[in-house]
């Protein structure tokens, strides 16, 4: 009996073969402690320097990064993915919201493991280590890091946007720009100076040389206050209880419906049992 090892990721559960190696392929989004005991609701609001409105602590970010050649042979090699849109989470202690994600797995080009670490930041700023600019500003970073045991390559892009770029008055932020990566120019207009590198080769890849756009956008979560949840939880251990009173090999199902009036039924599909 082949034994195999199941590994839960963010992306559900990756099953392989245990004896095909103690190399454990992953996929994790990390927080600091600290930020992971700071109430994360998007209907939290806090106050921003760089807008007249206050600000959710969870923004939204859409991209479409994994569409670098590099990176995607990555995600393909290793059954792997990352979305298209990931939560940008506020930090107390560092006053910016961010999302930052390890992939660790197979390198598809040589006969190593690599990790990609990606890193978003949003933040408003009057001055950083990266752009000293002076006054209030909106600053958003991008890095990507492929390390390679000792070796270690980062691609950088660090932008700043003028307060009334970003916020609209008493409407919720959407804030869409976008990165020229063969031109290195950002649209709208940045304040001045942007920061650029790619030592990775993300953008070199001919799908950027096709279509050299990157766009990003950052909006608000949307809450709605009006969904109704039903605690299904009784029904789900009624069908656990059915399953273990039955012989396995029959290989029931129960199905747990609920209406959209909100009615709650259980039901145990038993196959028959082939004839004697």
Request: hydrophobic letters at 40%.
């Amino acid at each position: 009996m082949e034994t195999q090892l199941g590994i839960l990721g963010d992306h559900g559960t990756l099953v392989v073969p245990a004896a095909m190696s103690a190399f454990i392929v992953s996929s994790t989004a990390t927080y600091p402690f600290e930020d992971a005991l700071y109430t994360q609701s998007p209907e939290d609001r806090i106050l921003a320097r760089c807008c007249p409105n206050t600000m959710p602590l969870l923004f939204s970010l859409e991209h479409d990064l994994a569409r670098a050649n590099m990176l995607s042979q990555f995600l393909q090699r290793n059954a792997l993915s990352i979305s298209d849109t990931v939560e940008l989470h506020y930090s107390k202690s560092d006053n910016y919201w961010y999302f930052s994600h390890s992939l660790v797995g197979f390198s598809p080009n040589a006969p190593l493991t690599e990790e990609w670490l990606i890193v978003f930041i949003f933040q408003c700023v009057t001055d950083s280590a990266d752009l000293t600019i002076g006054g209030t500003y909106w600053e958003f970073k991008m890095l990507v890091s492929l390390i390679q045991g000792a070796n270690r390559r980062t691609s950088r892009f660090v932008a700043a946007f003028t307060s009334p770029t970003v916020c609209v008055r008493s409407k919720l932020l959407a804030f869409t720009f976008t990165l020229s990566t063969q031109a290195q120019q950002v649209r709208p207009e940045p304040i001045r100076t942007i920061v650029y590198t790619d030592e990775v080769g993300l953008f070199k890849s001919q799908e950027f040389i096709e279509r050299e756009n990157i766009v990003f956008k950052i909006s608000e979560v949307f809450v709605d206050n009006t969904q109704e949840f039903v605690d299904i939880s009784p029904q789900i251990e009624r069908a656990m209880q059915m399953s273990r009173d039955r012989i396995p090999v029959n290989r029931n199902t129960v199905t747990v419906t609920v209406a959209p009036n909100g009615t709650i039924t259980t039901t145990e599909n038993v196959p028959a049992l082939p004839p004697t």
